[in-house]
């Protein structure tokens, strides 16, 4: 293998490529790994040389921090080629921000820009081969950080792993979803973590998911924990809905992700003359305008699926259908949203990002 370093990261390329061995045209989500991997320790109060290797298992000691005290966060992104060969990432500071954000909450240590943005930039010119072209498709990124240091004591670790993976992915999600308003699970509290991308944010929804799954129902619409009222997100993605003309989602908290395809959503709506509205929105209030057919569409958001529709939901025991309609807000704003991703279109808001 040779090792060689380019802007203070150390490289070891693998002696052989996997990359012969994919389908391209036939990728599910996430399940094919690229041939390497973006990896940085934070030790001794300080974060250390980063390095890009062949992508590997992990080897930890079974006193690590991470099985017993779950610190572990996580980002999702994605890189796009375009018909010029060019690679472009989307909002990719957001993701920067808002992963550090999440460390803050969990008592990690904050990464460098520098580090990420330069570590992840270099692993992509390694790996461009990798990124799919076909309709639909990208290279999904996962950078994910967790606790390494030992020891069995209830307390913050004192040592970390950053970690860039990439898989290169199909569509993730295929035809609309039917959905349940959760009634006794909640996703988060008040106070808690709700808002950072947090392993355990998922652990906890895949219990009420199956639930609702058993019941028939493909996802969750989870609502506030105290009343159970207000719906806050739909599975681990942000809710739309549409009443009327109108494009209503949730205010984001300490309970709701500030979710990068959400903001992007509500930014084109409003410069394409779409009227929007954050507010609260009671469960009842989606009964009350699927009875009298003002609801018109509902749709999940977020950087896997862009936008998931929901072609109907089930609350206290009674399912509401959404009319077919031929043309949604839903798929014209994920359209608006990928031809700025796959530089198909101008980018008025200076999101794409050029590697």
């Known amino acids: 293998m040779a090792t060689i370093y380019t802007e203070d990261i150390l490289i070891e390329k693998a002696k052989t490529s996997k990359i012969n061995d994919v389908d391209f045209n036939n990728l599910s989500f996430g399940s094919t790994y690229t041939d390497h991997m973006f990896v940085c320790d934070y030790e001794n109060g300080k974060w250390q040389t980063p390095k890009i290797m062949p992508y590997q298992p992990i080897s930890l000691d079974p006193s690590s921090k991470i099985f017993h005290y779950g610190q572990s966060i996580f980002e999702g992104m994605k890189a796009y080629k375009d018909a010029a060969d060019d690679v472009f990432l989307f909002r990719p500071l957001d993701n920067f921000n808002r992963m550090n954000i999440s460390a803050k909450r969990l008592a990690m240590p904050e990464m460098p820009e520098a580090y990420f943005i330069n570590g992840l930039k270099t692993l992509l010119k390694i790996e461009k081969d990798w990124i799919p072209t076909a309709e639909g498709s990208a290279l999904y990124i996962r950078p994910f950080m967790f606790a390494t240091g030992k020891g069995f004591h209830a307390s913050p670790a004192d040592a970390y792993k950053l970690v860039i993976a990439f898989a290169p992915s199909g569509p993730y999600f295929s035809g ?3 959905v349940l308003i959760e009634e006794k699970y909640s996703r988060s509290a008040n106070g808690g ?4 991308k947090a392993g355990g944010n998922y652990a906890g929804q895949f219990y009420p998911t199956q639930l609702a799954k058993d019941k028939g129902y ?3 619409i989870w609502t506030d924990d105290n ?32 979710g990068i395809t959400r903001k992007s959503i509500l930014t084109i709506a409003e410069a394409e ?12 209030e ?6 009298n057919g003002s609801l018109k569409e509902m749709f999940g958001a977020g950087t896997a699926a862009v936008v998931s529709p929901i072609s109907g939901f089930g609350y206290k025991g009674k399912d509401f259908e959404l009319p077919a309609l031929e043309n949604t807000f839903g798929q014209f704003l994920k359209k608006k949203i990928t031809d700025i991703q796959t ?3 101008e980018d008025p808001f200076g999101w794409r990002v050029k590697v």
């Open 176 to 178: 609309k979803v039917n």
């Open 193 to 196: 973590v709700g808002f950072a």
């Open 218 to 220: 493909q996802q969750v």
């Open 227 to 258: 009343t159970h009222e207000y719906i806050e997100e739909a599975g681990a993605m942000n809710i739309f809905v549409r009443i009327n003309d109108t494009l209503l989602t949730v205010p984001t908290s300490d309970r709701i992700l500030d």
């Open 273 to 284: 003359g779409i009227k929007t509205e954050v507010r609260k929105i009671k469960a009842t």
């Open 286 to 291: 989606l009964v009350e305008a699927a009875e």
């Open 343 to 345: 530089n198909k279109s």
